[in-house]
């Protein structure tokens, strides 16, 4: 299995901060990435797709990057309403894998 | 506009059959450009992809090898829903289960984008 490395796994920000979360994976997966914010009791919301391509409907702040093994989300001034834990997938490889989470907390 | 409605018993008795329906609406589930995943979600396992079907002329399915023994998605299309069927579970396997859609464009899959409510699976006796 692919495994799909996030980090870092917390993070405690303000609002208007930039913030990046990493996801690596263990072998390469092209762009077959995408990305996804999740908060409490609600299903996992795609905020990117090939790793760079931004979800219609998702603000503008943020951004994905990456290629092969090395991927990351940039929020570029945090919102309230981005306090969540937010999710990698790769879709390139059976089984699919998703990092692990980074729960992303109001300082 | 994409729906897709899960419905299934909360709670399953160890080595029984844990079933959980997805009811699309929006979408055909014989469409060509679309499959059809279940995934799960556990505090021990994190996220977890456990298989998919799709429609090509013929049905296809591919499962997650940790759990190959024991899933089956089928597809009922004259009520255009599909469902998850995972037999002898374990306390292991509670679980708030998600299906999903994946959309084929341009020739590559993109990674899921509508999903289901979730349902909360406890495995119990």
């Known amino acids: 299995d692919i495994q799909m490395t996030q980090s870092p796994s917390s993070l405690s920000a303000s609002v208007g901060d930039r913030v990046t979360i990493t996801c690596r994976a263990s072998?390469?997966?092209?762009?077959?990435l995408g990305w996804y914010q999740q908060t409490p009791g609600k299903a996992p919301k795609r905020l990117i797709y090939g790793a760079s391509s931004l979800q219609s409907g998702v603000p503008s702040r943020f951004s994905g990057s990456g290629s092969g093994t090395e991927f990351t989300l940039t929020i570029s001034s945090l919102q309230p309403e981005d306090f969540a834990t937010y999710y990698c997938?790769?879709?390139?490889?059976?089984?699919?894998?998703f990092g692990q989470g980074t729960n992303l907390e109001i300082k | 506009q994409v729906k897709l409605q899960q419905s299934g018993p909360g709670l399953v008795k160890p080595s029984q059959t844990l079933s959980v329906t997805c009811v699309i609406s929006g979408d055909d589930i014989s469409s060509t450009t679309s499959a059809w995943n279940w995934i799960r979600q556990s505090p021990s396992r994190g996220l977890e992809w456990l298989g998919r079907?799709?429609?090509?002329?013929?049905?296809?399915?591919e499962y997650a090898v940790s759990v190959r023994s024991r899933i089956d998605i089928d597809t009922e299309t004259s009520k255009n829903q599909f469902s998850l069927h995972l037999n002898s579970v374990t306390p292991e396997d509670t679980a708030l289960y998600y299906c999903?859609?994946?959309?084929?464009?341009?020739?590559?899959?993109?990674?899921?984008?509508?999903w289901g409510q979730g349902t909360l699976v406890t495995v119990s006796s």
């Open positions: 072998q390469g997966i092209r762009n077959d």
């Open positions: 997938l790769q879709h390139n490889t059976f089984p699919y894998t």
């Open positions: 999903s859609r994946q959309q084929l464009y341009d020739d590559a899959w993109r990674p899921f984008d509508y």
């Open positions: 079907t799709y429609y090509r002329s013929t049905w296809y399915n």
